[in-house]
């Protein structure tokens, strides 16, 4: 299995919703990432576990908050986003983070629409 | 910090043509460089990678890249282009696994 699954694929929701995007591998993958992706623009990153624990936010802001509750899950609880959040959000994961050389495998993503 | 700067947000070429999409990096220590190519609504799928070794690297789909030193530069070409490479094309920069992407290149490929 050399598959990340991102659910669900497409999420509205309403400025005072609260809702959660989630990501799963089976690859024992120990480092899992997540990215925001607008629209004719790269990959930006947003948050990366290496080991279950958060080593990189890259200055996210609060209504945005991720978990790690194993090794094989990642999630993004979201809560409070404006429509500027509206976004392809992207899960990937690798073998891990220090050697720098593994590439990362990357989920279709979930397209996210703020109302 | 590491970054890369893809040279180009629009390339294109007709079936059959060799595609050439342009890549040079900055970094302090010698970087893994990357290729990913998306297609709509879809992930991020590597192309080729470029961690040590041979500087030629053979990706899939037909396409390779060369690392050049001296010119900073991961360009990545194809000798023949067809109409199913028609995507976004991001070059990519790794350092202690914190991966950075360039701008990204659309390719179009005419009939």
């Known amino acids: 299995d050399t598959e990340v699954t991102q659910t669900p694929k497409h999420l509205v929701m309403g400025m005072t919703n609260k809702k959660s995007l989630k990501c799963e591998q089976h690859m024992g993958h120990r480092a899992m990432y997540w990215y925001k992706q607008k629209a004719k623009k790269p990959p930006e990153l947003m948050f990366v576990?290496?080991?279950?624990?958060?080593?990189i936010n890259e200055s996210v802001p609060s209504r945005f908050s991720p978990e790690c509750p194993n090794s094989s899950l990642l999630n993004l609880h979201l809560h409070a986003l404006q429509p500027e959040d509206s976004a392809l959000y992207l899960c990937?994961?690798?073998?891990?983070?220090?050697?720098?050389?593994?590439?990362?495998?990357f989920g279709s993503g979930t397209q996210l629409s703020v109302l | 910090a590491q970054s890369v700067t893809q040279l180009g947000s629009h390339v294109s070429v007709s079936e059959g043509a060799l595609v050439l999409l342009r890549c040079n990096y900055s970094?302090?220590?010698?970087?893994?460089l990357f290729w990913y190519v998306q297609y709509p609504n879809q992930g991020l799928q590597l192309l080729l990678k470029?961690?040590?070794?041979?500087?030629l690297v053979k990706g899939i789909n037909g396409f390779e890249a060369e690392f050049k030193k001296s010119e900073t530069s991961f360009h990545l070409t194809k000798p023949s282009a067809h109409m199913s490479d028609a995507a976004e094309y991001f070059c990519a920069v790794s350092l202690l696994g914190d991966m950075r992407f360039g701008a990204g290149t659309r390719l179009t490929v005419k009939p």
């Open positions: 470029y961690t040590t070794g041979a500087t």
């Open positions: 576990y290496s080991y279950e624990k958060l080593s």
């Open positions: 970094s302090s220590v010698p970087p893994y």
């Open positions: 990937a994961s690798s073998q891990d983070r220090v050697s720098g050389g593994e590439k990362l495998f």
